[in-house]
């Protein structure tokens, strides 16, 4: 569902304050969603209503500095969704380690889709610690 920037951020930086892991796409060509320009995993580290940065720096303590990607939100439009919005041969894996999506379609027209992973204590029991 198309959302407004002021929502976007709410929901971002509710998975900031989370501390949720997500996983960050680029897709430069957005008919073809099998092949992302690059993919990083990482928490959401800054976050306003003019750009978001997301790296790996709590993830991975000595490089995770250096995995990183910041989008300009100014501009952007939004869309929000969960797995039942996914393509139908990705919803059940989307579903089970993933809470929700935001796409983020920048002025260049490429796109972002950030997926929040479901919280750690979740995943755990799911995949059996």
Not at 12 to 23: D, L
Not at 44 to 49: A, N, P
Not at 54 to 80: M, P
Request: net charge negative; hydrophobic share 40%.
């Amino acid at each position: 569902m198309e959302t407004s920037l002021y929502d976007a951020v709410s929901i971002m930086r509710k998975w900031q304050q989370e501390k949720r892991v997500v996983q960050c796409s680029i897709y430069d060509l957005p008919a073809d969603a099998e092949k992302a320009s690059f993919t990083i995993f990482g928490r959401i580290e800054h976050l306003d209503e003019t750009n978001l940065r997301i790296d790996a720096r709590t993830i991975f303590e000595r490089l995770g500095q250096y995995i990183a990607c910041t989008i300009v939100l100014s501009g952007a439009r939004f869309h929000f969704g969960g797995y039942r919005d996914a393509p139908p041969e990705t919803a059940q894996q989307f579903e089970r380690s993933f809470d929700s999506f935001l796409q983020i379609i920048p002025e260049s027209g490429s796109v972002c889709e950030i997926m929040a992973a479901k919280p750690s204590a979740e995943l755990m029991d799911q995949f059996g610690r």
